[in-house]
């Protein structure tokens, strides 16, 4: 069975410090995997993922992604951290070759970036 | 392009009541879903539509139902409302492709009493 695990509840950093959001997951065979951002009272918005290739995915706002098969984790992270990131952060995957039609989310992680 | 549209944005509901929460799309998405997010838990798929008049459940389809009616258009259901229903339902559809992005509407708050 497919599962996502995000095991931080809140990452606190401060602004103009690298941010890194943990996400790791577990699915028979490929997965695709998916970060999205939620702004309050607002619907999911698509930040990046990951497919196939390159291991390093580069997505939207300068956030980046890197794919670890080994470790099975596909952590999402940004250079410098801007207090308009604070969100909350959904790591998804969906298992290649299945019908693709169920995507398991995350828990979410609740980025706080203080000035 | 007004994406994925869900209508009420926000409703109060007796124990027992029955309501509709309505989700369009005008992308010409084939496949739509609706979840439910809880605190701590997450996205739970309810029930999809891979395709036009087709529906399936997902993950906690329990005291809902759902309606394709068109390609656009998917309705959630919720026949006799317990408090445990109380979330906030989001809509999302997505082009043909498991490697498709899923897009989502903004969300239902539903409080149940």
């Known amino acids: 069975a497919q599962s996502v695990a995000q095991p931080e509840d809140q990452v606190n950093v401060a602004e103009g410090n690298p941010l890194t959001v943990k996400c790791t997951y577990s699915v028979s065979g490929n997965p695709y995997l998916f970060w999205y951002v939620q702004y309050p009272n607002r619907g999911l918005q698509f930040l990046l993922k990951y497919i196939t290739g390159d291991n390093l995915v580069k997505g939207s706002y300068g956030f980046e992604a890197e794919f670890n098969k080994s470790q099975t984790s596909f952590h999402l992270k940004k250079p410098s951290a801007l207090v308009s990131d604070s969100a909350l952060y959904f790591c998804?995957?969906?298992?290649?070759?299945?019908?693709?039609?169920?995507?398991?989310f995350g828990a979410g992680t609740r980025l706080f970036v203080k000035a | 392009n007004a994406g994925v549209t869900q209508t009420p944005k926000f409703q109060v509901l007796k124990t027992g009541q029955s309501m509709t929460l309505q989700c369009a799309q005008d992308m010409n998405h084939n496949s739509m879903y609706w979840y439910r997010q809880d605190p701590g838990m997450g996205l739970r798929l309810i029930y999809y539509?891979?395709?036009?008049?087709?529906?399936d459940k997902g993950e906690v389809p329990n005291g809902y139902n759902v309606s394709r009616l068109n390609k656009r258009e998917f309705s959630l259901r919720l026949e006799s409302a317990a408090p445990s229903q109380t979330s906030v339902y989001f809509c999302?559809?997505?082009?043909?492709?498991?490697?498709?992005?899923?897009?989502f509407g903004p969300g239902t708050r539903l409080l149940v009493l």
């Open positions: 998804a995957v969906r298992e290649a070759n299945t019908g693709g039609f169920k995507t398991i």
């Open positions: 539509s891979a395709s036009e008049g087709t529906t």
């Open positions: 999302a559809s997505r082009f043909p492709g498991q490697q498709e992005t899923q897009y």
